[in-house]
Nanobody, 120 residues
Framework: QVQLVESGGGLVQAGGSLRLSCAAS????????MGWYRQAPGKQRELVAT???????NYADSMQGRFTISRDNAKNTVYLQMNSLKPEDTAVYYC??????????????WGQGTQVTVSS
């Protein structure tokens, strides 16, 4: 029903920057929010940032202002600008979308992830 494709990951040195993109396609209507999560080897998946359909944003405390989430509704795309990257940011980054059906019930969808590796 909904497909999410992440791009922009790669290898970067500590202190560098990357910009991730997530393009949504399919039944992309009644979207409530989109966001980014990440999962490092051997660790739980954790929230990075979210943005609602109204433009409200939320960030994990560990990002400490280094990351910025934004969206382009016309292109059905959400972005994650990552600055001052640290080796601890190394993880697979996943795009997430939450939408409602006609009953108002929410469902979540996930992309396949993009690898971000930060070298020291």
């Amino acid at each position: 029903q909904v497909q999410l494709v992440e791009s922009g990951g790669g290898l970067v040195q500590a202190g560098g920057s990357l910009r991730l993109s997530c393009a949504a396609s399919g039944s992309i209507f009644r979207v409530n929010a989109m966001g980014w999560y990440r999962q490092a080897p051997g660790k739980q998946r954790e929230l990075v940032a979210t943005i609602t359909s109204g433009g409200s944003t939320n960030y994990a405390d560990s990002m400490q202002g280094r990351f910025t989430i934004s969206r382009d509704n016309a292109k059905n795309t959400v972005y994650l600008q990552m600055n001052s990257l640290k080796p601890e940011d190394t993880a697979v980054y996943y795009c997430n979308l939450v939408k409602s059906d006609w009953r108002g019930r929410e469902s979540a969808y996930w992309g396949q992830g993009t690898q971000v590796t930060v070298s020291s």
